[in-house]
């Protein structure tokens, strides 16, 4: 253990019923790096990222946070700890405005870690500064069923930041959005990553992956096959195959 | 408004609505008085966790008769005085709520509404078998002689204590809307893996909710026993109280506090005039048809209404 990562996960091991979804996992991530997760489908990147999450329990192996154990903490209580997440698909909170959207993780991680206690018109200023930080601010009080998929996901973004973490894992945030689209949420996460928050990118779009990461892992059925400069690892004759076969 | 300017106001209405009952000078205006302020409580209990949270409970009677049994059973072992009992039936019943809470924190959606129905049953079941407080033979209560108050009459004194816990409940649930804990209960009603990873703790709102909207209830039941003077399980855990518990928020409107208070006073007088002029039995059938045409008419109820009407002009 180099004691230096600000995440380990060791020897990560979880299935559901028979089957294997993840098997001897081990994963390092530096603070302020950016690491790319890439896998074909069913390779169990999402349930990796339900694990260190604390939306699944994992079996096997354990996952560490800024040297703190995380196995057995609940999903909110990581979120305190500096994990935070987006979801593949955009989960936003449909009865609430946009700008009480950003509040939620505010209140409840911002204002409960020690120390820290955000006044009300604080909390007003921050969530007027995230949602101008993603380009939402003239709909800060509009609902989530108002805006378009991409607003969607820079509110799913935003609300992953407003907890103030030092871990963001961006899960598929670009999916099914258009070229310019993608620049945009490249451009976001890395003026995150520029402020000091660590960023692991878990996508399909092979572009915005190689422009993104400083380090490449591959999942392949439940496996880590393969972790380095993305450079090497794209051309990884095991990528190669589990991507276009034999 | 501030807290306590709401709070401010909600005893002027109260001062209010009890002075314009008592220059009526018909008793009867109390009887009828008492069911429909006991509705409000009951329907805003039902709302935090029903429509704050988005938990449907179904088992509304059991939490109501709770009440009205530790009454009876503080009726025959104690001299205590009535605005006693109601926090201790509140406490009662606030249990069987964080209980409820506990077991039933995997159940979602129908699965959860099905788990508190099941509750009901089991609890009638316990009660009927429960000859201290008179079984299915069921408990008379004598009312005590005096009231605390000088010059008024018993109904009239039950009535000011109801309107006393409505000012309590509605006071509490808005301000529950306006603060941090609203804000969470709203994000397990939207999406519960979302709240958790927006540092939501989700389980221990969940029972923060189900003990407060069992303890409401419990409290709005306790003094059932001296309202009825004879109080048996089927009364007590009538399916009216779990019914107009869901339909009165819901035709109310479930996102603010003043839903549930509309929909208990329309409903609840409505049932009250039903009676008298047709029958005690239509009471249900009333309350069905009204939820079958809000659910097609207006399915936010009449806040809904409101607010898309406001919306067009």
Request: one cysteine or more.
């Amino acid at each position: 253990m180099t004691g230096a990562a600000l995440l380990e996960v060791t020897d990560l091991g979880k299935r559901f019923g028979g089957f294997v979804a993840l098997e001897a996992i081990e994963l390092a991530v530096q603070d302020g790096e950016r690491v790319g997760l890439i896998g074909p489908n069913g390779s169990g990147k999402s349930t990796l990222v339900n694990c260190m999450c604390g939306t699944l329990r994992h079996e096997t192996g354990s996952v560490r946070f800024a040297g703190r154990m995380l196995d057995g903490l609940s999903a909110h209580e990581r979120t305190r700890l500096g994990v935070a997440r987006s979801f593949q698909l955009p989960r936003p909170f449909n009865t609430l405005t946009l700008a009480e959207n950003l509040r939620i993780p505010l209140l409840y991680a911002v204002n409960a870690r020690p120390g820290a206690t955000l006044g009300a018109l604080a909390i007003d200023e921050r969530c007027a500064e995230l949602l101008q930080m993603v380009g939402l601010a003239a709909k800060s009080a509009h609902m989530p069923r108002d805006l378009t998929q991409i607003e969607m996901r820079k509110l799913e973004l935003a609300r992953a930041m407003a907890s103030s973490p030092r871990l963001l894992i961006a899960d598929e945030s670009m999916a099914g959005l258009s070229h310019g689209e993608v620049d945009d949420i490249l451009a976001l996460l890395i003026r995150l990553n520029e402020q000091g928050v660590t960023v692991i990118l878990i996508e399909h779009i092979m572009r915005a992956v190689m422009h993104f990461s400083q380090r490449l892992v591959v999942l392949v059925a439940g496996r880590k096959i393969a972790d380095g400069d993305p450079a090497d690892v794209v051309r990884d004759p095991d990528v190669v195959r589990a991507y276009l076969g034999e | 408004m501030s807290g306590t300017k709401f709070v401010l106001a909600l005893l002027i209405a109260a001062g209010v609505v009890f002075g314009a009952a008592l220059l009526v000078g018909n008793s009867y205006v109390f009887f009828a008085g008492y069911v429909v302020l006991q509705y409000i409580a009951l329907a805003t209990a039902w709302n935090i966790l029903g429509g704050y949270t988005g938990y449907v409970n179904f088992g509304t009677a059991a939490f109501f008769a709770l009440g009205a049994y530790t009454t009876v059973v503080l009726h025959k072992l104690t001299t205590l005085p009535l605005p006693i009992m109601m926090p201790i039936g509140g406490i009662v019943s606030g249990i069987i709520g964080l209980g409820t809470g506990y077991l039933t924190l995997r159940l979602r959606g129908a699965f959860f509404s099905i788990a508190t129905l099941a509750l009901a049953v089991v609890v009638q079941t316990l009660i009927t078998n429960w000859d201290f407080v008179g079984g299915s033979r069921g408990a008379y209560i004598v009312r005590p002689p005096t009231t605390p108050l000088l010059g008024i009459d018993y109904i009239q004194y039950l009535c000011l204590v109801m309107l006393a816990l409505v000012v309590i409940v509605l006071a509490t649930a808005r301000a529950i809307e306006r603060s941090r804990l609203g804000y969470g209960l709203a994000t397990i009603r939207d999406d519960e893996l979302a709240a958790e990873a927006s540092g939501v703790p989700t389980l221990r709102l969940k029972l923060v909710a189900t003990t407060m909207s069992g303890a409401f209830m419990g409290m709005a039941g306790a003094p059932l026993p001296y309202y009825v003077t004879y109080l048996d399980p089927t009364s007590g855990f009538n399916l009216a109280y779990a019914v107009n518990g869901v339909a009165m928020p819901l035709v109310g409107g479930t996102s603010s506090w003043f839903g549930p208070v509309i929909g208990a006073i329309l409903l609840g007088t409505l049932q009250q005039v039903v009676t008298v002029t047709i029958s005690s039995a239509v009471n249900l059938l009333i309350v069905g048809l009204v939820l079958v045409a809000f659910v097609i008419v207006a399915p936010n109820g009449i806040l809904g209404l409101l607010r898309l009407q406001g919306r067009r002009s």
